[in-house]
């Protein structure tokens, strides 16, 4: 489908959402993506999923439906019906605390004392280690092996982001990451196009 068309099936979606259920369009434009069609004729429905939690929405003509239930996954808690509702004070205050969150992991000494070998694991930085395992299972190794060391910085940093889950400590790790590697990825596109 052309963007043309998917934009204003957002817009369509934006407005149903809004109407039905509260929710807030920011919420909808940053958070869902479209996935496609089902059913045919007067029954087709154009469907969009969540990024975060796979949670869809159907939307048919005008009108949208939550669908409650993935498989025999529940879906559309109370929780993230909620976020969706938030007002755009609060979606800013997300944003604001997300960035704050992503400045402190940036600058950290546990982010800095393994910078350049969490990078190497990635293959668009210029110092990477092709034999490596993935970036995700190298900051998992590392969290790990700070964890069994009792380390010092990796103390700080759990206390710091209020989580001692493994999981979310090596994810968030990783953030700076992410933004490196676009960057890199950017001025090679640049680099492309002159």
């Excluded at 000494?109 to 694991?121: K, M, V, W």
């Excluded at 979310?168 to 640049?190: G, M, W």
Aim: aromatic letters at 8%; glycine letters at 4%.
């Amino acid at each position: 489908m052309n963007p043309a068309k998917i934009n204003q099936l957002f817009d369509t979606l934006r407005a149903a959402c809004s109407r039905q259920f509260g929710f807030n369009p920011r919420r909808i434009t940053a958070e869902m993506r479209y996935i496609g069609t089902e059913g045919h004729g007067k029954d087709l429905m154009h469907i969009f999923r969540a990024a975060g939690s796979h949670s869809q929405i159907a939307l048919k003509g005008t009108y949208v439906s939550l669908r409650e239930l993935q498989g025999d996954k529940p879906h559309w808690t109370e929780t993230e019906k909620a976020h969706f509702k938030n007002t755009d004070a609060e979606i800013d205050a997300e944003i604001e605390a997300k960035h704050a969150e992503l400045e402190y992991i940036r600058h950290c000494p546990l982010y800095q004392a393994h910078r350049e070998p969490l990078l190497s694991h990635y293959k668009d930085w210029p110092g990477y280690q092709a034999a490596g395992p993935h970036p995700r299972e190298a900051a998992r190794a590392l969290i790990q092996s700070l964890s069994d060391a009792h380390d010092v910085q990796l103390a700080d940093f759990a206390e710091h982001l209020r989580t001692n889950d493994p999981e979310q400590l090596a994810h968030l790790l990783l953030s700076p990451c992410h933004l490196e590697i676009e960057a890199i990825r950017d001025v090679a596109n640049v680099t492309r196009l002159d």
